[in-house]
Nanobody, 122 residues
Framework: VQLQASGGGLVQAGGSLQLSCAASGDVITINVMAWYRQAPGKQRELVADITRGGSIKYGDSAKGRFIISRDDAKNTVSLQMNSLKPEDTAVYYC?????????????????WGQGTQVTVSS
């Protein structure tokens, strides 16, 4: 499985960005897809994840502002980010988890994309 993330960039506070992640390879085996982020000097944190069945979990920082969606016909997962804040500045990674066991931390994901930089200016 290969993951290719895109859509990052520079945006002013209060603005919006949409990230996309395209999966290729043995995609039928993917159960959970997720977005994580990591800011300099900080731990990698969950932004949102979504199972093949459509169950969604948001990290505290994303609740009410970000929306994760998934299109299995196109093998993509997207993250719509609204009302962005300077503290959302980070490298955003998409990740994929195979099998039926749900992941509880980032180390349990099987595949990672290359990351895309999101910078929010104040």
């Amino acid at each position: 499985v290969q993951l290719q993330a895109s859509g990052g960039g520079l945006v002013q506070a209060g603005g919006s960005l949409q990230l996309s992640c395209a999966a290729s390879g043995d995609v039928i085996t993917i159960n959970v897809m997720a977005w994580y982020r990591q800011a300099p000097g900080k731990q990698r944190e969950l932004v949102a994840d979504i199972t093949r069945g459509g169950s969604i979990k948001y990290g505290d920082s994303a609740k009410g502002r970000f929306i994760i969606s998934r299109d299995d016909a196109k093998n993509t997962v997207s993250l719509q980010m609204n009302s962005l804040k300077p503290e959302d500045t980070a490298v955003y990674y998409c990740a994929a988890k195979l099998g039926t066991r749900l992941p509880y931390q980032w180390t349990e994901y099987d595949y990672w994309g290359q990351g895309t930089q999101v910078t929010v200016s104040s």
